[in-house]
């Protein structure tokens, strides 16, 4: 029942337009029996159903609670990397995004205690992936991002962004380019700061 209502109203999604998604993603957030499904229905791979999941699953991490996926991080994790459709890779690569900055944060949060190491490895290798191959710059922005927050704790990402930056993405789009400037110099700063 639960499965098949979500999928109907994911189906009554016209377009991205910002009250369709806060339509659904407040229905979900006021069921959160319904995030299971909504993150099967993400990776439905195939489907472009699976693309409007993704939008809302996206839109619940981003304004309703991000600690709703906490759950999920397993299966999240594990397949962001099978993702074709770039309108359901650009979400989910925002949320790896949340992840990251709740993950890095001074403050103590439920991320910070739930997402494990084998999780964080998954994300930054799908980040690296994305990064190589054709995407969007929305991707490549929150890609750069998320791969640079992981990078403060793990010592060899850095050089592997900056390599990738300096030789790929400063060559592609202004906006690729300009993430990628701003990447680059937040990456010096962090090494000064440590030296």
């Known amino acids: ?116 190491e084998k999780q964080i490895q998954l994300i930054i290798e799908t980040g690296f992936d994305w990064l190589i191959t054709p995407q969007k710059i929305a991707v490549r922005a929150y890609t750069m991002n998320f791969l640079y927050l992981f990078g403060l704790s793990k010592d060899w990402i850095h050089p592997e962004l900056k390599h990738l930056i300096s030789t790929k993405i400063i060559h592609e789009s202004k906006g690729c380019k300009a993430r990628g400037r701003h990447v680059l110099e937040a990456i010096e700063k962090h090494q000064k700061s440590t030296q």
């Not at 009250?19 to 229905?27: C, F, H, S």
């Not at 979900?28 to 499904?37: D, F, H, N, Q």
């Open 1 to 116: 029942m639960d499965s098949e209502y979500l999928i109907q109203e994911l189906n009554n999604i016209e377009n991205a337009k910002r009250d369709n998604r806060q339509r659904v993603a407040n229905i979900v957030s006021e069921r959160p029996e319904l995030i299971a499904p909504l993150v099967k229905t993400t990776f439905l791979v195939d489907d472009k159903v699976s693309v409007r999941a993704a939008w809302i699953l996206e839109w619940i991490c981003t304004h309703n609670n991000l600690n709703l996926i906490l759950p999920y991080l397993d299966e999240f994790t594990s397949n962001i990397k099978h993702l074709k459709f770039d309108s359901a890779i650009r979400p989910c690569a925002k949320i790896c995004e949340h992840l990251a900055i709740a993950f890095t944060s001074k403050k103590e949060n439920l991320v910070k205690q739930q997402l494990k």
